[in-house]
């Protein structure tokens, strides 16, 4: 008997394939729509088709006439119930259904319940609503004039447009650093809104039993558990009688872990029908009403030294809300995590000040992929980054090279407060920089140049903060950021494991059981993995942020950790010996003076029924609750090369490189699919996806002819390299990669693009750079805004 191998049962390192696959590809994905209960109905919404305006009455009479309609709600009927109104994750409230008037285009303004949903849709477009139209506010700008309108009269107290203000870092510092600098360097940016825009929509279906009193909601939610705890806040129902059951899901990327009215309408349906309400949303009501992403404006400066010393860093951001102030994200940041920006770099002095304001927009915030605004702090921060570089007449690798947090400088405290525990950020920029040629590029540009062509280099280098749940400083709701894995190992040494988690595309059905393979060498075929159901799966606050291995991944290390500590008394009892005698190498344990004699983890878990010690329990299972101790910091260099047509604006990439080192990678083959994944989505962003609004409010991205999304045609390819720095305090040394190249990849194209037009005096173009933008650019020599409202004329 030997110790078995890891990646041959499918441990740690092992490119297993994903088998959640199986079922994916054959079509046997089991989705919210897929669900068909007897007796069930459906829903349908009506949106409002303005952006601001009184609502001066609502005449359903005509919905109600149409054979098969068996309700219909309006915001006057909600307010009777008191669920006009619900509260959000960032602790405003939002309408369910409009009462006293409409804030953006696509509010719910009324909503059917009928016997199938094309009576429903009928029925919708049956409702009278007359509006009287008021100013409207889409950026905020505008929001802040002195003669703008309010937007949220509704709240007691609310005197303007301001959701909040908020501060970090060290002002009297950053104020002396800019005294002491050389030279400032100054840029101005919008980040544009954007939409995860998953395949599946959102959708639900809410079944309530009055004879039991248990509502069971089958809901695309990435977070079941809080989405129970605030159901039972807004039907004031309690939690043991609600069931929040999320099957599988089509895609999330932060989209679906809002409480969205929907969802709220759809319950209160069925518990006054008696009978399940299907609620399913189209694409058209997906984009433009679900949470947004981005949307922030930054005037950042930073204090630089002429020998290319970064000195100090100011950031000034005015983030877009729209018209409720909805995003999911830590309690005790108002901005996310913004002042995450910088923390690879070795700054003394920092300080940021934000700013949130309502505007007549869908609710956005810090949905789409990133760990709460950590996309848009990585952004602000290369693009400040190349701008020093540009403006210190500084190669931009050494730029960063010089201001790089050190190999020995760890674990190092940031100008925001961070504490960053492990890295090799110079290590990582070399590889990159070897594998797209760096050295000889420059010499390439210049020869292209002579030919009329226009070549650039763009970099992005970035560590993001993965993992927030440390309960002193993050909750939701007052919810500490936690997660949980139970761990039932069957006398035949076959595993269940469910986890307060919930996969939409992250492979957590193949992964977690890698991880108890590595843990208590059963092959990760024995073990089947569960999430998703309040009702089976211990308490936990879902996925997003990338949370998945940095929390719940450990919570799984940590409850077959448990289970093995057991498992060693059982061979102890079975071997004969002490258990401070017992050995154990994957798979067995044996006694140390006679290595030949052991046994399996399958022979302990047999004997956890049959053949126990007296006084021990019976059964051989555990549950883990997991309250990280830190942030995780992955850390990558991104490198894009690009050629410009100064006659057209439109550029191709050349070349992509990513280094990235995520820590201990669980399985390689997921993380290079996520790697990519996220690429394409940075992609999107830098070239072609956002969504805009013009003068009337009328949004522009509604459909997939504005809203757009690469295929396979317009994606480029991707070089992928890796470095691994463990994680010191991860119970796998794992750090989580699912974000990092959504996070880090904008800026690097970007870059390429303004590194290829330097010569034009052009210091930015926002996001996305599309063709025209560009060539008005390179025609102008001026920088070009894409923030809102644009000209519909265009």
């Known amino acids: 008997m030997t110790a078995l191998d890891e990646i041959k049962i499918g441990g740690l390192g092992a490119s297993r394939r994903r088998v959640e696959d199986n079922r994916f590809i054959r079509g046997k994905g089991n989705y919210v729509d897929d669900i068909v209960l007897p007796g069930m109905l459906h829903m349908e919404i009506l949106r409002s088709p303005v952006a601001h305006a009184r609502i001066v009455s609502i005449d359903t009479s ?120 050389d030279l400032v360097s100054k840029i101005e940016l919008h980040y544009p809104r954007s ?94 009403s679900t949470g947004f992403g981005r949307d922030v404006y930054l005037r950042g400066e930073m204090a630089l030294r002429k020998d290319g010393k970064i000195l100090g860093v100011r950031m000034h951001t005015l ?73 210190l007449g500084m190669d931009q690798a050494e730029f960063r090279r010089v201001n790089f947090v050190r190999d020995d400088d760890f674990p190092h405290r940031t100008a925001f407060g961070f504490l960053t525990d492990s890295g090799q950020y110079g290590k990582c920029l070399d590889v990159g920089l070897e594998a797209i040629g760096y050295a000889d590029f420059q010499e390439r540009k210049k020869e292209a140049a002579a030919r009329g062509r226009l070549l650039g280099i763009g970099i992005s280098t970035m560590t993001e903060p993965l993992g927030a749940g440390n309960s002193r400083e993050y909750d939701i709701l007052g919810i500490k950021m936690f997660d949980s894995a139970e761990l039932r190992v069957h006398m035949t040494g076959k595993a269940l494991l469910r986890t307060g988690a919930k996969t939409q595309g992250q492979g957590h059905e ?59 008394k059982l061979a102890a009892h079975l071997l004969e010996v002490s258990e401070e005698d017992v050995e154990w190498e994957l798979g067995r344990f044996y006694v140390r003076s006679a290595p030949n004699r052991g046994v399996t983890i399958q022979e302990c878990a047999a004997a956890a029924y049959s053949n126990m010690p007296d006084g021990m329990e019976p059964g051989l299972e555990n549950v883990a609750y997991y309250d990280p101790p830190n942030l995780t910091w992955p850390f990558a260099c991104y490198i894009a090369t690009v050629e410009v047509d100064p006659q057209t604006g439109v550029w191709d990439v050349l070349n992509f490189v990513a280094v990235d080192d995520c820590g201990v990678r669980i399985n390689p083959m997921i993380v290079e699919g996520q790697i990519m994944g996220g690429l394409t989505e940075a992609y999107a962003m830098a070239s072609m996806q956002f969504i805009t609004y013009d003068a009337e409010g009328n949004c522009v991205g509604s459909n997939y002819m504005d809203y757009l999304l690469p295929t396979a045609w317009e994606t480029p390819g991707f070089e992928l390299h890796e470095v691994v720095t463990p994680c010191p305090h991860h119970p796998i040394g794992a750090k989580g990669i699912g974000e990092c190249a959504t996070v880090g990849g904008p800026a690097a194209f970007v870059n390429a693009v303004m590194d290829a037009l330097k010569g034009f005096g052009v210091r930015n173009i926002d996001m996305p750079m599309l063709p025209d933008r560009v060539h008005e650019a390179i025609t102008t020599g001026r920088d070009v805004s894409g923030h809102p409202p644009v000209r519909q004329d265009d």
């Not at 309006?74 to 602790?91: D, F, H, I, Q, V």
């Not at 100013?135 to 700008?141: A, D, G, K, R, T």
């Not at 927009?361 to 950590?374: D, E, H, L, Q």
């Not at 719940?552 to 498992?567: D, P, Q, W, Y």
Request: charged share 20%.
């Open 319 to 391: 983030s877009d809300h729209g018209a409720f102030f909805a995003d999911a994200q830590p309690s005790k940041f108002k901005i996310g995590l913004m002042h995450s920006a910088f923390a690879a770099y070795d700054i003394p002095a920092a300080h940021l000040l934000a700013r949130g304001v309502y505007t007549n927009k869908a609710p956005g915030g810090v949905a789409y992929r990133c760990s709460f605004r950590v996309t848009e702090a990585m952004f602000f921060q290369e693009r400040m980054v190349q701008a020093a570089a540009d403006d």
């Open 195 to 288: 939409h995860p825009s998953p395949i599946e929509c959102c959708g639900s279906i809410a079944d309530f039993d009055r004879s039991t009193s248990k509502l069971t909601v089958y809901m695309t939610t990435q977070a079941p558990h809080i989405i129970r705890a605030a159901v039972s806040l807004v039907a004031e129902l309690p939690e043991h009688m609600i069931r929040i059951v999320s099957p599988d899901i089509g895609g999330g990327f932060g989209n679906k872990v809002p409480v969205y009215p929907g969802y709220v309408m759809s319950i209160l349906a069925s518990i006054l029908l008696e009978r399940p309400v299907k609620w399913i949303e189209d694409k058209t009501g997906n984009l433009i």
């Open 510 to 568: 193949t992964t977690w059981a890698q991880i108890v393979a590595h843990e208590l060498g059963l092959p990760a075929e024995d073990v089947v993995v569960e999430e998703g159901d309040t009702d089976t799966a211990p308490f936990g606050m879902g996925t997003y942020a990338s949370r998945s291995t940095p929390v719940a991944g450990a919570a799984v290390a940590m409850v077959a950790r448990k289970i093995r500590a057991k498992a060693r």
């Open 62 to 181: 005509k919905a109600w006439a149409i054979p098969g309609v068996r309700l219909v709600l309006t915001g006057e009927m909600m307010a009777k119930r008191n669920l006009a109104w619900m509260p959000t994750l960032s602790y405003d409230t939002q309408a369910v259904l409009a009462t006293d008037k409409v804030r953006f285009q696509g509010q719910e303004v009324a909503c059917v319940i009928a016997d199938d949903p094309y009576i429903a849709k009928d029925a919708c477009e049956a409702i009278v609503v007359e509006y009287e139209t008021l100013p409207v506010v889409v950026n905020p700008e505008q929001a802040l004039a002195t003669d703008a309108p309010l937007i949220r009269d509704d709240k007691e107290n609310q005197q303007d447009n301001v959701v909040f203000d908020w501060e970090v870092g060290d002002a009297a510092g950053t104020d002396r650093a800019f005294a002491q600098a």
